[in-house]
């Protein structure tokens, strides 16, 4: 499918997008407690078209990083007093990130917010990055920018469910690797609710 037409179906699974996701859904077992506080976020899935199909921009987290080193995520990060909302969180953190301009981004719209075992509720912004611009991994907070080709990571043939120990039991979690990097966790979850709708 042409790289025009991906885009239009995302339009079209933006609109009718479903209910939240969570870090707990292949974990049915776990009892959320009902009074739980959980702080908004914003990530920007920017989309880059190229001559060889859209890619969506991805970053490796520094291995220095306290929380979640060396996993690969969007940019983006928890909303601030001065952010207006998860939208214009995600795009400022993408520019303090990755260095991609927030005024390059056209806003296609947003998924379901996805909570985290970290007790953030995260909105996926999902964005097309309309010029070129270099990236500038920001120090101590991004080791690595690169991008995945779209048809990879809306394939849901390449999503796989593993499991590793977490806080005494097994955790389940989506991945959809490719080459060296191991998407998992909530960066796979967002993109399985992307793949999840669009047409096959």
Sequence with gaps: MAGTDRIE???????G??????????????????????????????????LRGPRIILTKRSARLKHHPGQIAFPGG???????????AALREAEEEIGLPRGQV??????????TVTGFM????????????????EAGEVDEVFRVPLSHVTDPA?????????????????????????????????LRTLAEGLPR
């Design 17 to 50: 997008c479903g209910a939240s996701s969570s870090d707990f859904d292949l974990n049915p077992e776990v009892v959320l407690p009902p009074d739980r506080k959980l702080r908004n976020a914003g990530v920007l899935c920017a989309i880059e078209m190229d």
């Design 158 to 190: 390449r999503f796989r469910v593993e499991g590793r120990r977490w806080r005494g039991s097994i955790r389940h979690y989506y991945t959809v690797p490719y080459g060296p990097y191991y998407i998992w966790g909530a960066t796979a979850r967002i």
């Design 106 to 115: 056209e806003v296609l719209g947003t998924l379901s917010a996805h909570e």
């Design 78 to 88: 928890k909303q601030e007093e001065a952010d207006a909302d998860p939208v214009a």
């Design 122 to 137: 995260v909105t996926p912004v999902i964005g097309i990055v309309r010029e070129t611009f270099v990236d500038r991994p």
């Design 9 to 15: 179906d995302i339009v079209r699974a933006l609109a």
